[in-house]
């Protein structure tokens, strides 16, 4: 597997965007470059990887995006994951932009209601953040519960969804 990625600024610091010509396959976000680049190497580390990404159209999308500029991402992916992962993440990117859902919510609306760690699990193996949205999965009170990027940008993800949908 060939991935070319790039780093750049965003409303929550750096970003790192990864594709293969195929599509979106990692977004994650830090304060350090190096971080970022491991963080996709450990995901990957069978992958060729160069930081060469020629996919500027899809980094400035997710940025609009961050900025709630555009709220619908509809770029095409290569994550790979089991039936039921690909199930979830199907159904994060149903969620409508500023919403959440519980992950029990998103467990019975899979048809299977006692799958609620198994929706957390899958939000936790999500490799393209904010493209399969997995940070609008909270606790069944609504508690920002983990998120591999932090749960203080959860909540600025969160925020600006709401607050660019109030405007």
């Known amino acids: 597997m060939r991935i070319g990625y790039t780093i750049v600024s965003c409303p929550l ?31 990957y580390p069978a992958a060729e990887i160069r930081r060469d990404g020629d996919f500027g159209p899809w980094v400035s999308a997710i940025v609009e995006n961050l900025r709630g500029q ?14 039921f992962q690909q199930q979830v993440w199907k159904a994060l990117r149903r969620i409508p932009y500023g919403k959440t859902k519980s992950y029990g919510e998103i467990a019975k609306s899979l048809g299977k209601p006692n799958s609620a760690r198994a929706v957390g699990r899958a939000c936790a193996t999500n490799l393209a953040s904010v493209v399969i949205p997995c940070h609008r999965a909270v606790g069944s009170d609504g508690s920002l519960t983990g ?11 969160l925020a600006q969804e709401r607050d660019s949908i109030s405007k």
């Open 13 to 43: 610091g750096r970003m790192i965007v990864a594709a293969t010509e195929r599509g979106v396959c990692f977004v994650g976000f830090g304060d350090d470059d190096a971080f970022l680049a491991s963080e996709l190497r450990k995901d």
């Open 70 to 83: 555009q709220p619908r991402l509809d770029l095409p992916l290569d994550v790979r994951g089991t039936a």
């Open 147 to 157: 998120y591999r990027w932090g749960v203080k940008r959860k909540e600025a993800l």
